[in-house]
């Protein structure tokens, strides 16, 4: 008698537990993504407003020279504090 009332009180608990790992792992890839485009989005504003205050001082050529120079830069530190 006590047997099926264990084993259904596991089951609802093991569900239970199941359900809050899947919400977590959803809200998770939700956060990811969100930072990602956030990420995505202040970056090209920002490479955009250096292109413009520099363009202003210079041609567009030197500008975009720049301006990649610094993106160049910043994905090479990138890739070596990855690799360590």
Do not use: K, Y
């Not at 084993?7 to 959803?26: E, Q, V």
């Amino acid at each position: 008698m006590i047997a099926p009332l264990l084993r259904a009180a596991a089951t609802f608990s093991a569900a239970r537990s199941l359900r809050a790992a899947a919400d977590h792992a959803i809200n998770r890839v939700l956060l990811t993504l969100g930072i990602g485009v956030a990420l995505v989005v202040s970056s090209a504003c920002f490479t955009f407003a250096a292109f413009v205050v520099l363009e202003r001082q210079l041609d567009a050529a030197s500008a975009l020279a720049i301006v990649g120079g610094v993106w160049g830069a910043a994905g090479v530190a990138g890739f070596v504090a990855l690799r360590r």
